[in-house]
């Protein structure tokens, strides 16, 4: 490993911090080097002498527009960093290499494509949002090992181990999403418990409206933080109870026998959401990997055999490819992984 991987592996692990909790933006992490030492990392809000003639690791280009504050570019060139090591290039078209431009014309040296591979993995929500107009998303199911996404007598199929993980994965996503199916049979909460951590936006795919104000995702303690997708014709008076419960209620339109997928996650997109945790049943799974929804599959498979659930998938799929196919122990549960997209 060179001494460029080295310092960005260091500028990825500290982006990597804040999984979950910086959509509508990207992750970013920065280190600061001089004479072969850090002075600075993170994030600063103001930029000191340490950094004259330093050079500066970033996962992503700096950008250039003015947001929530100044422009980045701005920043490091008062700060006297004489070089620029960056993973990326930034694909936000309000970005998308002004950033190397502006520090180039600086005269500032600038370095990209470092671990480029792994900073793009890193930001892969912010780059579907961006680059195709909806968030990336991960497809999670629990089965037996005969396909079956119940068994008798067992609300869980895992146990604590990949539990423990998939609230993991609540945490470092923006939203989590399930069917009304899901709602009506487990009433779930969808909160992070198992570890520390924060509350994903949940969303419920339900056509004809028939989640209940009762329901867990609705009287939990912030039912602003619920998201109920509905048909356009929808009931309006089941419609009126959830608003009034204080959930956030919006159309699509239908598309089979439910609901548009792709449209519901243009709207989540539009309203800064990066990534997309998927924890419906069999319906919501088969339906994601139809439309070539899903971006990247979990599946945690318990030693059971002679589930009397449904099926893991309901009906035919088309054919795909997995890639980078990847599998673990989780106490007595294996967790399979592969990317689709």
């Given at each position: 490993m060179n001494e460029h991987e080295k310092w960005m592996r260091r500028a990825l692990r500290l982006a990597a911090r804040g999984a979950g909790r910086t959509s509508p933006n990207p992750l970013v992490g920065a280190v600061v080097v001089k004479d072969g030492?850090?002075?600075?990392?993170?994030?600063?809000?103001?930029?000191?002498?340490?950094?004259?003639?330093?050079?500066?690791?970033?996962?992503?280009?700096?950008?250039?527009?003015?947001?929530?504050?100044?422009?980045?570019?701005?920043?490091?060139?008062?700060?006297?960093?004489?070089?620029?090591?960056?993973?990326?290039?930034?694909?936000?078209?309000?970005?998308?290499?002004?950033?190397?431009?502006?520090?180039?014309?600086?005269?500032?040296?600038?370095?990209?494509?470092?671990?480029?591979?792994?900073?793009?993995?890193?930001?892969?929500?912010?780059?579907?949002?961006?680059?195709?107009?909806?968030?990336?998303?991960?497809?999670?199911?629990?089965?037996?090992?005969?396909?079956?996404?119940?068994?008798?007598?067992?609300?869980?199929?895992?146990?604590?181990?990949?539990?423990?993980?998939?609230?993991?994965?609540?945490?470092?996503?923006?939203?989590?999403?399930?069917?009304?199916?899901?709602?009506?049979?487990?009433?779930?909460?969808?909160?992070?418990?198992?570890?520390?951590?924060?509350?994903?936006?949940?969303?419920?795919?339900?056509?004809?409206?028939?989640?209940?104000?009762?329901?867990?995702?609705?009287?939990?303690?912030?039912?602003?933080?619920?998201?109920?997708?509905?048909?356009?014709d929808a009931d309006q008076r089941r419609v009126k109870r959830l608003r009034d419960a204080g959930v956030l209620v919006a159309t699509l339109p239908r598309a089979g026998d439910g609901l548009d997928a792709a449209a519901g996650l243009r709207w989540l997109a539009e309203h800064g959401v990066n990534t997309v945790l998927s924890e419906g049943g069999p319906h919501v799974a088969a339906s994601l990997l139809r439309e070539r929804l899903a971006d990247r599959l979990v599946l945690i498979v318990s030693a059971l055999i002679g589930g009397d659930g449904p099926a893991a998938f309901d009906g035919a799929l088309p054919l795909t490819e997995a890639r980078a196919f990847r599998a673990r122990r989780l106490g007595t549960d294996v967790l399979l992984e592969a990317d689709l997209s």
């Open positions: 030492a850090v002075v600075a990392e993170g994030h600063h809000e103001r930029a000191g002498d340490a950094g004259r003639g330093a050079t500066l690791y970033l996962n992503l280009e700096p950008c250039t527009h003015q947001g929530r504050t100044p422009p980045c570019v701005d920043a490091v060139l008062a700060s006297g960093i004489r070089r620029v090591v960056a993973a990326m290039r930034d694909p936000d078209p309000r970005v998308d290499g002004r950033g190397f431009r502006a520090l180039r014309a600086a005269g500032v040296e600038v370095e990209t494509g470092v671990l480029e591979s792994q900073a793009r993995r890193l930001n892969e929500g912010f780059i579907s949002r961006v680059e195709r107009g909806r968030p990336f998303v991960t497809l999670k199911l629990a089965t037996t090992l005969d396909a079956r996404a119940g068994a008798p007598g067992r609300r869980y199929l895992s146990g604590k181990s990949a539990l423990k993980e998939v609230h993991r994965l609540r945490d470092r996503c923006d939203a989590v999403m399930v069917g009304v199916g899901t709602v009506l049979s487990d009433d779930p909460e969808l909160t992070v418990r198992e570890v520390r951590g924060r509350d994903p936006l949940r969303v419920v795919l339900d056509a004809d409206c028939r989640t209940p104000p009762t329901a867990k995702v609705v009287r939990g303690a912030d039912p602003q933080h619920t998201i109920v997708f509905v048909a356009r």
